[in-house]
């Protein structure tokens, strides 16, 4: 279960070359066609968006009644952002992961994050938490990039707009 970090976890140093979030949903209903169920959004310092999608085609019951793995399609884009957007977002996860321990949370969670930042230096720092622990910060920051990238999809931190 995330949360739960160690103490050792390092705040975020340097200027961030990569930033890799991944969001895994889970669902307390079977998830419905065109539910994502997991995205991992990468950022590069020169402004390129990768996106990766796993999304429900719908859920069947098989015999042991479990989701049925051929009933999720992949989808993959890319794209370029605006460099001062890039410069923005990058800026502001810097400052946030520079300054903030998440701490130990754990709660009955519809989903987890895992972010994983890349420094110029090839240092590679690593944060989780759980998508409905709601920071204002972060759902900023979700906001931003949604906007920014133009991903309405884009899950992020935590998603207060759905």
Not at 36 to 56: A, C, P
Request: charged residues 30%; positive net charge.
């Amino acid at each position: 279960m995330m949360g739960l970090r160690p103490e050792g976890t390092k705040l975020f140093k340097g200027k961030i070359k990569t930033l890799c979030l991944t969001t895994t949903l889970h669902y307390y209903r079977p998830p419905k066609s065109g539910d994502d169920l997991e995205q991992t959004v990468m950022i590069t310092s020169n402004g390129y968006v990768k996106v990766h999608r796993r999304v429900s085609n719908g859920w069947k019951r098989e015999k042991s009644y479990d989701f049925n793995i051929k009933n999720v399609r992949v989808i993959t884009e890319e794209r370029k952002m605006p460099s001062g957007q890039t410069v923005r977002i990058l800026n502001r996860i810097r400052r946030y992961f520079a300054e903030t321990h998440l701490g130990c949370y754990i709660c009955d969670s519809s989903g987890e994050w895992q972010l994983e930042l890349t420094n110029t230096e090839g240092d590679i720092f690593l944060f989780d938490g759980f998508f409905d622990d709601y920071r204002e910060s972060l759902s900023r920051t979700s906001n931003l990039i949604r906007a920014a990238t133009g991903l309405k999809y884009f899950l992020g931190f935590c998603d207060d707009n759905q």
